[in-house]
């Protein structure tokens, strides 16, 4: 079993920026894909973001391209979300997911799901 825990949300100013992490542990963690959902008030939980293991494989969300990076460091089993040009429709709940399989994380079906940290953008 792989827990994850997320971190770095909270409340920005339209405009700034953001970083959040999601630290997973477990010996299972290794060579899973990794990434990022985000749910707003009102709206079904959103695909943001996805990484392979080795980094061979990206994809973003529609609504994200542009603006969000995503990274990971494999030795610290940390991933990354780097959020630019915040907006106020960006406020959400972001939760962080692992997974076998990049397919399946991305299709929401993920193994393992973190907490969520809250994002919330100011206008």
């Known amino acids: 079993q792989v827990q994850l825990v997320e971190s770095g949300g909270g409340l920005v100013q339209a405009g700034g920026s953001l970083r959040l992490s999601c630290a997973a542990s477990?010996?299972?963690?290794?060579?899973?894909?990794m990434g990022w959902f985000r749910q707003a008030p009102g709206k079904e939980r959103e695909f943001v973001a996805a990484?392979?293991?080795?980094?061979?494989?990206?994809y973003y969300g529609d609504s994200v391209k542009g603006r969000f990076t995503i990274s990971r460091d494999n030795a610290k089993n940390t991933v990354y979300l780097q959020i630019n040009s915040l907006k106020p429709e960006d406020t959400a709940v972001y939760y962080c997911?692992?997974?076998?399989?990049?397919?399946?994380?991305?299709?929401?079906?993920?193994?393992?799901w973190g907490q969520g940290t809250q994002v919330t953008v100011s206008s």
């Open positions: 997911a692992a997974d076998p399989s990049i397919e399946g994380l991305v299709g929401a079906d993920a193994n393992s």
């Open positions: 990484i392979s293991w080795s980094w061979s494989r990206i």
């Open positions: 477990g010996r299972t963690s290794s060579r899973y894909a």
